[in-house]
C-alpha cells in the first residue's frame, strides 16, 4: 500500500528566506507526483506535475524535484513570501488516473 | 473558463440521513474525482469517473457512492450517514486520467449531527 509522508509537518520562516519541503513515497512505482497548496477552507491548488519520467519541474519562485529510485521529492520556495503561507500537499498516482494518495501536509508560515 | 463548481457548499444533515453532492467538472474535463478530507485522516480518494464509467475506487464503505452523467458532471451520495462523515469533501477534474493537471472545486463541508 502506497504511503506518503512529509516533513516538516509545520515550518515557520520570515520573508526572503529560501526554504525546502519534503515528500517522501513507499512505492517507487508511480506514475506522476504533484504538489498543491491548500488555504484554509478552501480547495487544493496545483502548483506543480512530474511525471514519472522526469527529474524536475519549474514555475517561477518554485522548482520541484523527484528522485523515483529513493521515493523522493522537494519543493524548493525561494524568496519567500507572506503570501506562500498556506499548506502545502504532495501527492502521488499509483497508476493511470486521477486517484491521488496525498501525504499529510506543511503547514507554512511566511512572518512579514 | 469557469473552475470545477460544487455544490452545495454546506451542508448538515442528521445521522442516518442520506446526501447528495454535486461536481460540475471544468468544460471539456472528462475524468472527476472525489476526496474525503478529514483533520484525522487527512486527504483520502473515494473514487474517479471518466466517460460515465468508474475508473478507480478507494477504501470506502459501500455507503458511499457516485455517479457521472453523460456532461460529465459528477454526483457522490452517502447513505446512512454517521457522525464520522464529517468532512470537507472535495472533487478533481482533469481532460483525462492520466492526472496532467488536476483541478480541484472548493468542496463541500458536510456537517452529521
Given amino acids: 500500500k502506497q504511503e506518503v509522508t512529509q516533513i516538516p509537518a ?29 488555504d484554509p477552507g478552501k480547495g487544493l491548488t496545483s502548483l506543480l506535475l512530474i511525471q514519472s519520467s522526469q ?13 523515483k529510485s529513493s521515493g523522493r521529492s522537494t519543493l524548493y520556495i525561494a524568496a519567500s513570501q507572506p503570501g506562500d ?12 488516473g486521477q486517484n491521488f494518495v496525498f501525504g499529510p501536509g506543511t503547514r507554512l508560515s511566511v512572518l512579514p | 473558463k469557469a473552475g470545477v463548481t460544487q455544490t452545495p457548499r454546506y451542508l448538515i444533515k442528521t445521522r442516518g440521513q442520506q446526501v447528495t453532492l454535486s461536481c460540475s467538472p471544468i ?3 472528462r475524468s472527476v474525482s472525489w476526496y474525503q478530507q478529514t483533520p484525522g485522516q487527512g486527504l483520502q480518494f473515494l473514487f474517479e469517473y471518466f466517460s460515465e464509467t468508474q475508473r478507480n475506487k478507494g477504501n ?7 455517479r457521472q452523467f453523460s ?16 468532512a470537507l469533501y472535495l472533487c478533481a477534474s482533469s481532460v483525462d486520467t492520466d492526472a496532467l493537471g488536476a483541478f480541484f472545486g472548493q468542496g463541500t463541508r458536510l ?3
Fill in chain 1, 10 to 38: 509545520a515550518l515557520s520562516v520570515p520573508e526572503g528566506e529560501n526554504l525546502v519541503l519534503n515528500c517522501s513515497f513507499t512505492d517507487s512505482a508511480i506514475y506522476n507526483l504533484q504538489w498543491f497548496r491548500q
Fill in chain 2, 111 to 113: 456537517t452529521v449531527v
Fill in chain 1, 55 to 67: 527529474r524536475e519541474q519549474t514555475s517561477g519562485r518554485l522548482n520541484a524535484s523527484l528522485d
Fill in chain 2, 71 to 86: 456532461n460529465s458532471r459528477s454526483e457522490m451520495n452517502v447513505s446512512t450517514l454517521e457522525l464520522g462523515d464529517s
Fill in chain 2, 27 to 29: 468544460s471539456g474535463h
Fill in chain 1, 85 to 96: 503561507s498556506a499548506t502545502y500537499l504532495c501527492a502521488v498516482t499509483p497508476n493511470y
Fill in chain 2, 60 to 66: 470506502f464503505p459501500g455507503r458511499f457512492s457516485g
